[in-house]
T-cell receptor, first 116, second 115 residues
Framework: AQKVTQAQTEISVVEKEDVTLDCVYE???????LFWYKQPPSGELVFLIR??????QNEISGRYSWNFQKSTSSFNFTITASQVVDSAVYFC?????????????FGKGTMLLVSP | NAGVTQTPKFRVLKTGQSMTLLCAQD?????MYWYRQDPGMGLRLIHY???????AKGEVPDGYNVSRLKKQNFLLGLESAAPSQTSVYFC??????????????FGDGTRLSIL
């Protein structure tokens, strides 16, 4: 069975602080994919990044960076110099690929509050 | 760029009533999904479809039915609504490429309250 754990329910930071959101996953599959989604207060789900299990190269996109470590089954997300607009719920998700079908398992989310 | 459109956006039902949520996508995606989002639970998969005319159960399928008569539409039905089905429902769609990691694109959600 697959499982995604986001142990941090809520994080509060002050603007310009760096913050890391943790994601730990469990899977028996050798091939899988990991995703991060953002859900701002308006409610929509916004795709941020995907990573496959083969490529452990870290990725940076502007103020966002992701650290994938297969040895510890973690896919952590760091926001550098946080801004108020970063306030949202962030979901980590694991994608199983089974016989060509794929379904997403979501973590319970981490609510990030960035205050001015 | 409509993407994934959910109808309605809000609805209040009485226990025992039935209703259908509509999801439409204009991206020619093969896969479509229905999730529910509850406080502290994240998103949980209700049903999904890998193509026109096919459906499959997800993690929490009880009390729901779905149909995919057309590739662009995925309907979620509640035959006899229960207060436990009060939730925010999200539809999503994605391409199917074997071995690939195509992201799911989500609609804006439907907030459903069962009294």
């Amino acid at each position: 069975a697959q499982k995604v754990t986001q142990a941090q329910t809520e994080i509060s930071v002050v603007e310009k602080e760096d913050v890391t959101l943790d994601c730990v996953y469990e899977t028996r599959d050798t091939t899988y994919y990991l995703f991060w989604y953002k859900q701002p207060p308006s409610g929509e789900l916004v795709f941020l990044i995907r990573r496959n299990s083969v490529d452990e190269q870290n990725e940076i996109s502007g103020r966002y960076s992701w650290n994938f470590q297969k040895s510890t089954s973690s896919f952590n997300f760091t926001i550098t110099a946080s801004q108020v607009v970063d306030s949202a719920v962030y979901f980590c998700a694991l994608k199983k690929v089974d016989s060509g079908y794929s379904t997403l398992t979501f973590g319970k989310g981490t609510m990030l509050l960035v205050s001015p | 760029n409509a993407g994934v459109t959910q109808t309605p956006k809000f609805r209040v039902l009485k226990t025992g009533q039935s209703m259908t949520l509509l999801c439409a996508q204009d991206m020619n995606h093969e896969y479509m999904y229905w999730y529910r989002q509850d406080p502290g639970m994240g998103l949980r998969l209700i049903h999904y479809s890998v193509g026109e005319g096919t459906t499959a159960k997800g993690e929490v399928p009880d009390g729901y039915n779905v149909s995919r008569l057309k590739k662009q539409n995925f309907l979620l039905g509640l035959e006899s609504a229960a207060p436990s089905q009060t939730s925010v429902y999200f539809c999503a769609s994605s391409y199917h490429l074997t071995g690939s990691d195509q992201p799911q694109h989500f609609g804006d959600g439907t907030r459903l309250s069962i009294l």
